[in-house]
């Protein structure tokens, strides 16, 4: 059998860790941020895992945490919108996972902070499919109408730009007033998806000459934790959830993508292909990282 290699770009895990700094046994999984003032804008509060089975105090926050041991050799700490995980090897003392979590209570307290935010962000992004209802399409809110008596030839849907500088854009759905959510989520997700399709495919003619490659084909994808993914046969898939955000992000992941296939890698050699049509690609990927899309919808 033909195995493939495949790379991909992920989206929900944050900003990426900075590499590790030699640390005496135990070696910790994570990077240790810089440190931040217990001072700086920490109010006191509780985390609490909701399989939490131990709890510390880390400067002013009291932080109940999932505590595991298993066949490991390093200590790994990992925060998530439930809270703190930590990890440890079955001969490491509580005392020195603790006295370790003290040492990295910054970078702990930081990440519990923007997994919380990150989770009100997601939260807010979250679309209630019903007459009225607005989200984002390449960047700009798109308010939804119902229009049982369309007289548009459009099958399902119909586009409307804004009007003024104070007006939305909108789309109109060929439904009746009393659709159910999920009819009038599945009509708007199949227009989102029309239109990323064919807007993906144009950025991709665009930009794989300026790269020098050929992709073989375009995949719209839906994965809950990536953007897109090359694979060595030519395949690019990207999330159409992409769609929600704007052009400049979009481009990225596209450029992204098509750079694998010179590199199957995040090698510096990668990264001068990037650069070499888009300089400004680590802003870019920064707004990438703090975006926040409607899932699971």
Request: aromatic fraction near 8%.
């Amino acid at each position: 059998m033909q195995r493939f290699l495949q790379l991909a770009l992920d989206f929900l895990g944050g900003p990426e860790p900075e590499p590790l700094r030699p640390v005496p046994a135990p070696r910790v999984e994570v990077a240790a941020a810089p440190a931040l003032p217990m001072t700086q804008v920490f109010q006191p509060a509780a985390w609490h895992h909701p399989r939490a089975n131990r709890t510390l105090r880390l400067g002013p926050c009291d932080v109940a945490y999932e505590f595991k041991r298993g066949k490991r050799r390093t200590i790994g700490l990992s925060v998530s919108p439930d809270g703190l995980s930590v990890s440890a090897p079955r001969w490491t003392p509580v005392g020195e996972v603790e006295a370790l979590l003290h040492d990295k209570s910054a970078w702990v307290l930081e990440k519990l902070q923007s997994a919380r935010e990150r989770a009100g962000d997601l939260a807010q992004a979250r679309i209630t499919w019903a007459d009225g209802a607005e989200f984002d399409y390449l960047g700009e809110r798109l308010r939804l109408v119902l229009d049982p008596a369309h007289g548009f030839t459009q099958v399902g849907a119909v586009f409307e730009a804004a009007t003024g500088p104070d007006a939305l854009a909108t789309l109109r759905l060929g439904l009746a007033g009393n659709a159910s959510e999920a009819q009038i989520r599945d009509a708007a997700q199949a227009w989102l998806m029309k239109q990323a399709k064919v807007l993906f495919a144009q950025r991709l003619d665009h930009f794989a000459p300026q790269l020098g490659v050929r992709y073989s084909k375009l995949r719209l994808s839906s994965a809950g934790t990536r953007w897109g993914s090359a694979s060595a046969d030519g395949t690019i898939r990207l999330n159409w959830r992409l769609i929600h955000l704007k052009l400049e992000m979009v481009d990225y992941v596209v450029v992204h993508e098509l750079s694998h296939l010179h590199h199957m890698d995040h090698s510096p050699q990668f990264w001068d292909v990037v650069a070499s049509v888009m300089p400004d690609h680590a802003t870019r990927r920064k707004a990438l990282r703090s975006a926040a899309v409607p899932l699971g919808e």
